[in-house]
């Protein structure tokens, strides 16, 4: 068989058809429900304690942090209450040895530290006029103390919009006396000790921040639904209606929450979505990066999605079309030119060979190249995978296979967009006249840095907003197109629903999203 046709073989195995997606849908949906009835799903559906999302007129200057794998990011956010923002921020590596402390203290201690000197530099007078009170004993004022979202990436088990105890330290963290504490506290104690006018408001997980720095920068009245993180990993937080958080309701031990909203975030935690896989898709690559991977079983959903897993399901594909010797992949035969220079060949030491070798955004690369020839694609074989003068046909069955691998997790994606936004009932709102649109549009343009959608002739009320952030929405060429057309393939969405869907870009969930979730939580406690 040609290479062209193995090549056509491979990616008919990434298919993921209508059915396949209408069926996920379904399950998705299922497993969204099973989730807000209790403990233990596999939608972890979380309840956040966030009862409201912004609608951009929000106003005031609040901080957030956000201790993620390697950094330690300040940043003070200014909301002026027109959709807009200011944002100034600080970023520190975080030590190693602080990663294992002895105790948590030398760590939040280092972290009290850094937003100390944030407060110097940038908002030195707020902070001198503080500590003068303090040393003339003068009462504090209470709009002098900063409300501050902690963004906290590790699991933890949340009970209260400030209030979430470590569950267990990942990504090389390891400090045992932290395990089981509240993590807000642990910082407010050291916030504490050095006097720093700053409250810790809310504990954030970044979907959520997603979702509220989408929601303060969109246009229209009706907030964001989703905020959707296509990166690394992958994962979404939405708003849910209070009362089918039955899970929470019932909860004893449930923290103080605001009911007169009637809503809460909810973060699905969908990186999990069927990991019995009822309804995914499963290819012999899926299944052998899921054995060779440090949490077989688990994740499932995420691995077929997210950036972290796309270029080695794309290596796997490739490494068993080499060890096929039918197969003419990067094979002398097939290098096609009487050039006597360009004898393929892959050196020794290639990343093709080893695992996780393959960065996903050669998938991208893959996918924006069209010339002639695919000199890019064959370049970075070259230059970044070590795998010399290839020819042209050898760079279009990388592209096709790597093009399936990506449109099926592009419609994956789909799966939990459309679960959700039918789940919300929002569908059911008559779209109202296209005539209202344009007026609406005129006035209140979007914002997002990337926006797409809403296409033209749908009235601003009836948009069903999005928020998406992650390197794998925002570059992969196609990643967008590839959602929408199947979101049109399930029927209780169709066209006339896909074109309500908007999708914007929104960055910085840790910074402004952060500060964000503090203000609500203000509201509140
Ligand atoms: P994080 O999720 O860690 O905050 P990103 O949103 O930047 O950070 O996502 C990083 C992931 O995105 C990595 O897995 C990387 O392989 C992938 N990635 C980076 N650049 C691109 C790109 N141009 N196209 C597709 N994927 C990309």
């Given at each position: 068989m040609a290479l062209a046709e193995q090549a056509k073989r491979v990616a008919a195995e990434f298919e993921f058809d209508a059915d396949?997606?209408?069926?996920?849908?379904k399950e998705f949906m299922r497993e969204m429900d099973e989730g807000l009835q209790r403990e233990g799903t596999e939608l972890?559906?979380?309840?956040?304690?966030?009862?409201a999302v912004p609608n951009g007129t929000e106003k005031g200057l609040y901080m957030s942090v956000d201790l993620g794998g390697t950094n330690f990011r300040v940043c003070s956010v200014r909301l002026h209450g027109n959709t807009t923002f200011s944002l100034t921020q600080s970023k520190v590596a975080i030590p190693r040895e602080l990663m294992v402390a002895k105790t948590s203290k030398e760590l939040f201690s280092f972290l009290a530290k850094q937003i100390e000197a944030f407060l110097k530099t940038h908002h030195e007078d707020h902070y001198a006029g503080h500590l003068r009170r303090r040393q003339t004993g003068d009462a504090i004022k209470e709009e002098e103390i900063f409300s501050l979202g902690f963004t906290f990436s590790f699991p933890v088990n949340q009970v209260g919009i400030n209030k979430g105890m470590l569950m267990r330290w990942t990504k090389g963290f390891d400090i045992p006396d932290a395990v089981g504490k509240d993590v807000c506290a642990l910082l407010q104690a050291e916030i504490d000790a050095l006097h720093l006018?700053?409250?810790?408001?809310?504990?954030?997980?970044?979907?959520?921040?997603?979702?509220?720095?989408?929601s303060y920068q969109s246009p229209g009245k009706t907030g964001t639904l989703l905020g959707a993180i296509?990166?690394?990993?992958?994962?979404?937080?939405?708003?849910?209606?209070?009362?089918?958080?039955?899970?929470?309701?019932?909860?004893?031990?449930?923290?103080?929450?605001?009911?007169?909203?009637?809503?809460?975030?909810v973060n699905t935690e969908w990186g999990s979505f069927d990991n019995s896989l009822r309804t995914l898709p499963n290819t012999s690559y899926d299944i052998e990066l899921d054995a060779k991977s440090v949490n077989p079983?688990?994740?499932?959903?995420?691995?077929?999605?997210?950036?972290?897993?796309?270029?080695?399901?794309?290596?796997?594909?490739?490494?068993?079309?080499?060890?096929?010797?039918?197969?003419?992949?990067?094979?002398?035969?097939?290098?096609?030119t009487n050039d006597i220079h360009s004898t393929t060949q892959i050196?020794?030491?290639?990343?093709?060979?080893?695992?996780?070798?393959?960065?996903?955004?050669?998938?991208?690369?893959?996918?924006?190249?069209?010339?002639?020839?695919?000199?890019?694609?064959?370049?970075?074989?070259?230059?970044d995978y070590m795998i010399s003068a290839v020819s042209a046909e050898d760079a279009e069955a990388v592209k096709?296979?790597?093009?399936?691998?990506?449109?099926?997790?592009?419609?994956?994606?789909?799966?939990?967009?459309?679960?959700?936004?039918i789940d919300s009932g929002r569908l059911e709102k008559t779209p109202g006249a296209a005539a209202t649109t344009e007026k609406k549009a005129d006035v209140n343009p979007p914002r997002g840095d990337v926006e797409s959608s809403g296409r033209g002739d749908v009235a601003e009320e009836d948009v069903i907003d999005i928020g998406a952030d992650g390197s794998l929405v925002e570059f992969y060429p196609n990643f967008e197109d590839y959602i929408r057309e199947a979101l049109r393939e399930i029927p209780e969405i169709g066209e006339a629903g896909e074109k309500r869907v908007r999708i914007g870009i929104a960055k910085d969930g840790s910074g402004v999203g952060a500060a964000l979730i503090a203000l609500v939580a203000g509201r509140v406690v």
């Open positions: 396949g997606v209408n069926k996920a849908v972890s559906q979380i309840p956040t304690y966030v009862t006018p700053v409250r810790v408001a809310a504990l954030v997980n970044d979907t959520v921040g997603t979702l509220m720095a989408r296509f990166g690394t990993g992958t994962n979404g937080a939405y708003v849910e209606k209070l009362n089918k958080v039955a899970k929470l309701i019932k909860n004893k031990d449930a923290g103080a929450y605001d009911k007169s909203t009637g809503e809460m975030v079983g688990i994740q499932m959903f995420e691995k077929r999605v997210s950036g972290m897993f796309l270029g080695e399901i794309l290596r796997l594909a490739l490494v068993t079309l080499l060890e096929d010797p039918n197969v003419p992949l990067f094979r002398d035969e097939n290098s096609g050196h020794e030491g290639s990343p093709l060979f080893r695992q996780w070798g393959i960065d996903t955004s050669f998938l991208s690369i893959c996918a924006s190249d069209n010339s002639p020839g695919y000199k890019q694609i064959r370049q970075t074989l070259d230059r096709e296979i790597a093009g399936a691998i990506a449109k099926r997790a592009a419609r994956l994606s789909a799966v939990a967009i459309a679960a959700i936004v």
